[in-house]
């Protein structure tokens, strides 16, 4: 007898209820993303000697259980597609709901062209040039370079990427969430293969095999006090030791925030959940994906620091942030500086397969968010009506995901040819792509409770935890708004990130600026067509 599947039909636009709470764990995971181990530690202490990275992610860690608390109960009281638009929009106003998701949405569509430009040249080239220098294979390790020298080599590989992941998400949720799972279990596996390497090995091992690496390929001997010596020299980097107490840890925090802040990316699919009106099924996959990805790091970093040195990766750091390669065929992040450590092809074929996992896995959720934004859009009738067509035969999307892949494609280009428009793109992502739009859903949390507008909601939501009276919600509402709004302050006052130059502060705004126009005029075209969009915008959608 053929089973039945566990679906739920939503009628009204041809999405289904099929997703577990570990696909969202896995776009969670996924968003947040162990990558981070192949640049973090290094750029952090390349720009704050001193900083004490591992402790700062322990931190925020902490910090953000408030942030994932007020988006499980949200996402329990709207069970709905498109996360912060829904949130924002129905508890505070469609405007400011609109321009917030909008900005959210454009920064996650340049995400996804630069998570495909890392799949080319870290993940691709660093196994091609890994496993050219332990065959001795000069064909690898020059395709490798090429990747990252050649733009339209790179442009090639990543939009063959976004095209890939483009349609098995047309194919449906099931063999999309599945190929997640494939790929979070490479990148796990590359990752405790880094482990094991880092564990049964010691600072003066990987000295010995960094400079033998560097002297084969280049003819440098004992470069490894070289190389710091040189971002001290070139770059002023300042070498010193961490310190948890201090000033550089304070700031990093900024940089612990950078993956671990999209632990609630799973908000974004709540129309696609089974029993996505359960506050538990939400906090399985939104506080089991910071803790885990929150200890992960953190136990990778303290290793890093260990074996690598302390001093190596801050001089690493220096070179990354002054977008400067360094001598003797390095690829420089720290999967390829472990994978030097073993002779093992097999070994360094796993953390390479492992570096591009994590890439990949990159786009994947990102994809997901974007379409379903879209689709949150159209459905509220504030975006054209072909983006909240639904395929009957996957129940996706498909015009919503075709159109995310071809603007993220364009993005891409831009990241192959950097020119000016490429100083608008890089911390300050985190800003309009997630603190302010974080704060905001914080505000929102703090007056759902009492707002005229969704009181009745909340006291018919499934979770209405209170402490002496006084709502969890609002309560974490609060603490999330002054998590975001410090770390906000760290980005803006800290020059080192870029975040405050003039083009930079002139394309948030200007995001903001486009999606309140934008919701603005859809309403003028609807009224003209004799639509009530107002009355549209007033209820809870349907999807």
Known sequence: MKSEKMVIERTTSGIVRQLSWWDGFLSNTGTMNLFWIAYSFMWAIGLFPGSDLVGALLVMTA????????????????????????????????????????????????????????????????????LGHLFASDALVNFGSAIVST?????????????????????????????????????????????IV???????????????FVETSANIPNYYDAFIKSA???????????????LPTLIVLLFAFQPLGFSVWSSYLSGEIKNANSAKVHAGAMAGSLLFTGISLAVVGALLTRVLGYNFLGAAGAYYANFTEPEGGI?????????????????????????????????QPSLAMVSRCFFAWSIDGLAPRALKHVSRKSHVPDVSILVACVIAIIFLAIFCWPGPIFSIYGANAFLGGGTITFAVVAVSAILFPFSRKTKRLYELAPAQYKIGGFPLMSLCGIISLIVMSFVTFLFLWRSELGVTTLPSILFIVLLYVIGFIWYYVALAINRAKGIDTAKILGEIPQD
């Open 232 to 246: 001290a020299e070139t770059f002023g980097f300042t070498a010193s030791s961490p310190r948890f107490f201090s």
């Open 151 to 195: 733009p339209s080599l790179a442009l090639l590989i990543g939009a063959i990427t976004i095209i890939l992941v483009g349609a098995l998400a047309l194919w449906g949720n099931k063999p999309f969430f599945r190929v997640m799972s494939v790929g979070f279990i490479i990148g796990l596996l590359g990752v405790l293969a880094m482990v």
């Open 198 to 212: 880092l564990l049964l090995s010691n600072n003066a091992a990987f000295v010995a095999a960094f400079n033998k």
């Open 63 to 130: 910090l953000l259980i408030p942030h994932v608390i007020l988006y499980t109960q949200f996402a329990a009281a709207m069970p709905r597609s498109g996360g912060d638009y829904v949130f924002n929009s129905r508890t505070l106003t469609p405007a400011i709901g609109f321009a917030v998701n909008f900005s959210m949405v454009v920064w996650n569509m340049f995400w996804m062209g630069f998570t495909a430009y890392q799949f080319a040249t870290a993940g691709i080239a660093t196994t091609a040039s890994l």
């Open 331 to 363: 690829i420089n992040n720290a999967y390829f500086y472990v994978a030097m450590l073993t002779k093992s092809p097999i070994v360094q074929l796993i953390i390479g397969l492992g570096l591009m996992a994590w890439t990949f896995l990159y786009i």
